[in-house]
């Protein structure tokens, strides 16, 4: 079929391996999310869900177990080649081939920057065995330049949840608890991964602009999410019905349209952020973290207020603290000697 291609768009009906060599040059994607085929039988899928098959497309293009390895060598090898110093890419796997993946990444110059688990609902029910119910998401980067990683796309450093805890932390764990889709009478591909899903990674990962790229396309749910995000989506699906019945709908997507639909992070930075410590600030964050102290304050709790006194975040006073107690201990090392 003839790509679908548009300012934002570029959705290929090819194999991704001569697909890249042939349209993608050196260099010059900004991020990668992909969810290759597992080899596991991904046409019998419908045995495990339990699903109406008659809603999901079909033209579902599985890899054979004995060519898997050599096959995400492959793709794997182009994705480093198309990465540009600095991006970032996600890989979705199961745990069946999982090894032939990091096998093929350990072949590359792109070094791993997490193994995130996302834990999601409908697991495989099971009698004989625990019920599978995750995935792994490998995220890794080409070195060579600043990596994008935006802290606080999705909420403040400084925003707390009811109980005082850090909802930027545990927004940014490594274990993901995200469910799947459930879509009752809608055309769906065999395994999309969900919008809430999408969203996350490409918040943090790129910016609005950059190019994403997804090597197997499937239901085009990284490329429709990348696009309603405002950022320019690449990709390649095998599949004539696959491509045929979803590449469409995502050419159909407003540039942005996700956007207002996206958290605003409370983000509040501190006065003095950014600025250098004199000798003063220096002595009298001693002083006064000594004076806390004794007063039966915890150190998290002395850093605390100091922050707020200070205008500084918790690092910076951190450090300060900690080079000040080093200047004192040489300076009185060096009036002994």
């Not at 995130?116 to 490998?138: A, D, E, P, R």
Request: with cysteine.
């Amino acid at each position: 079929m003839e790509p679908f291609i548009t300012p934002y768009l570029s959705l290929y009906n090819e194999d991704c391996i001569t697909g890249a060599q042939r349209c993608i040059p050196d260099e010059s994607v900004d991020l990668i999310i992909t969810d290759p085929p597992y080899g596991i039988e991904g046409g019998q899928l419908h045995r495990h869900y339990h699903r109406n098959e008659g809603f999901v497309v079909d033209g579902y293009v599985e890899i054979d177990r004995s060519e898997y390895l050599d096959f995400s060598h492959q793709w794997i090898k182009e994705a480093e080649r198309i990465l540009r110093p600095g991006g970032s890419a996600y890989i979705v796997s199961g745990y069946t081939n999982l090894y032939a993946i990091l096998d093929a990444l350990r072949h590359t110059s792109l070094t791993e920057i997490n193994h995130i688990i996302w834990k999601y609902n409908f697991g495989v029910y099971t009698k004989t065995k625990f019920v599978s119910s995750h995935y792994h998401i490998l995220f890794y980067t080409k070195p060579g330049d600043d990596r994008t990683f935006h802290q606080e796309c999705r909420f403040g450093t400084g925003e707390k949840d009811e109980w005082g805890g850090s909802l930027n932390y545990q927004d940014r764990e490594d274990v993901w608890i995200i469910n799947r889709e459930y879509k009752p009478g809608q055309v769906k591909n065999k395994n999309e991964l969900p919008t809430e899903l999408l969203v996350k990674m490409i918040q943090y990962a790129s910016s609005e602009g950059d190019l994403v790229a997804d090597l197997f396309l499937g239901g085009c749910s990284t490329a429709r999410v990348a696009v309603g995000l405002c950022r320019r989506a690449i990709g390649f699906e095998m599949s004539e019905a696959t491509f045929a019945a979803r590449a469409r709908n995502v050419s159909e997507v407003i540039p942005g349209s996700l956007l207002a639909d996206c958290r605003i992070p409370c983000i509040t930075k501190p006065n003095n952020q950014g600025k250098s410590w004199t000798k003063e600030e220096r002595d009298r964050l001693q002083m006064r973290f000594a004076t806390l102290r004794s007063q039966g304050k915890k150190i998290g709790e002395a850093e605390k207020i100091l922050m707020e006194e200070f205008g500084r975040g918790r690092f910076a006073i951190k450090n300060a603290r900690e080079q000040s107690e080093k200047s004192n201990q040489q300076s009185l090392y060096d009036y002994d000697t």
